[in-house]
């Protein structure tokens, strides 16, 4: 079964638009990030969450927000869509601090595309 | 910004021959470097990692790492066609913002039955 669970796994937008990525862990981890992956491009860092809250944003846009309602979840919300959004999006979690392994794991991810 | 750098690009091999696969980055600073596998369609999936200089062995993987040169690789031996995938060679900065990965664009791995 798996894990970290995404939804929706794929999705197309007009420009403009506004969409929701969603991510469950069920791993008991206490570290959750989003990252993405743009065609011939590495798989980039974008968020860090730690007991619910933002550790490190490396992405300059204000338009990518991420959410986190409950600890085991951390949605990505994107608004004003363009087409250069387009990407895979994956969520990961880790356990973070003492027992932890620093090993990340990621879901299947939501790819994305912006007409 | 730490950057991660992997060559070839692809790489073809036999089934049971051996795959090397090269990384560089660029921090000395940089924690433990890992290799992630991943299939299409799919996540990266976490192999092996490694902090220390010198080599790390997990079944059929071996890892080498000599952060003078700034240099890691990973050597499969004999070689699957489940293997075939895309390798991903990520360098992991922990500090007080957290646990964060810099990951290579990949190398990509087909091994001919």
């Known amino acids: 079964d798996p894990k970290i669970i995404q939804k929706p796994k794929y999705l197309v937008a007009v420009t403009g638009s506004e969409k929701i990525l969603i991510c469950e862990q069920y791993?008991?981890?206490?570290?959750m990030y989003w990252y993405r992956q743009s065609a011939k491009k590495p798989l980039e860092f974008m968020f860090s969450?730690?007991?619910?809250?933002?550790?490190d944003n490396q992405t300059a846009s204000s338009r990518f927000q991420p959410q986190s309602s409950k600890k085991n979840h951390l949605d990505l919300q994107i608004t004003a869509l363009k087409p250069d959004d387009s990407a895979t999006y994956f969520c990961?979690?880790?356990?973070?601090?003492?027992?932890?392994?620093?090993?990340?794991?990621f879901g299947e991810g939501s790819k994305l595309t912006v007409l | 910004q730490e950057k991660v750098q992997q060559s070839p690009e692809s790489l073809i091999v036999p089934e049971g021959a051996m795959s090397s696969l090269n990384c560089t980055f660029s921090?000395?600073?940089?924690?433990s470097i890992w290799w992630y596998q991943q299939h299409p369609g799919k996540g990266p999936e976490a192999l092996i990692?490694?902090?220390?200089?010198g080599n790390k062995k997990e079944g059929r993987l071996t890892v080498y790492l000599n952060r003078a040169s700034l240099h890691v690789s990973l050597h499969i031996r004999d070689s699957q066609p489940s293997d075939s995938a895309v390798y991903l060679c990520?360098?992991?900065?922990?500090?007080?913002?957290?646990?964060?990965?810099?990951f290579g664009i990949g190398t990509r791995v087909l091994v001919r039955p």
């Open positions: 921090n000395s600073a940089s924690q």
């Open positions: 791993l008991g981890h206490n570290a």
């Open positions: 990692s490694i902090f220390s200089n």
């Open positions: 969450y730690s007991y619910q809250k933002l550790m």
């Open positions: 990961a979690s880790s356990q973070e601090g003492q027992g932890g392994t620093g090993q990340l794991y």
């Open positions: 990520a360098v992991s900065m922990t500090n007080s913002a957290g646990n964060k990965l810099t």
